[in-house]
C-alpha cells in the first residue's frame, strides 16, 4: 500500500499540470517594478531565514547541554515557523499587488 502524502502528491501534482494544461503560463500584466515589489523580496527572505531556524534546531538542539535553554529555544525556534508562514503570505502578497495590471 501506498503512503497517503504520495497520492495527495501525485493528486496535486496532476491538477497543478491540468490548470498549466489549459491555462498556461500566467505572467504578470502590470509593472514588477512597483512599490512593495522589492520590499516583499526582502520579506520572503526574512520569512525563508526563519524557517532554515526551525528546520535546523530538531538536528542541533542535543548539541546544548542545559536543557532550560534547550526548552526555550524549542519555544523560539516553533514561533519562528508561526511568523515565517505569515512572512510567506505577507510577502508573496506585496509580490503579486504591484505585478496586477492598473484596469
Known sequence: MRAPGKLTDKIMQARI???????????????PEGSGFRFGHHFVLAANLLAVMLFVFPFSHHLIEQPNVVLVLSKIAIAS???????????????????????
Open 17 to 31: 499540470n491540468l490548470f498549466a494544461a489549459f491555462h498556461g503560463p500566467l505572467p504578470p500584466d502590470g509593472k
Open 81 to 103: 515557523g508561526y511568523i515565517a508562514v505569515a512572512g510567506w503570505a505577507v510577502g508573496f502578497s506585496l509580490i503579486y499587488q504591484p505585478a496586477l495590471s492598473k484596469k
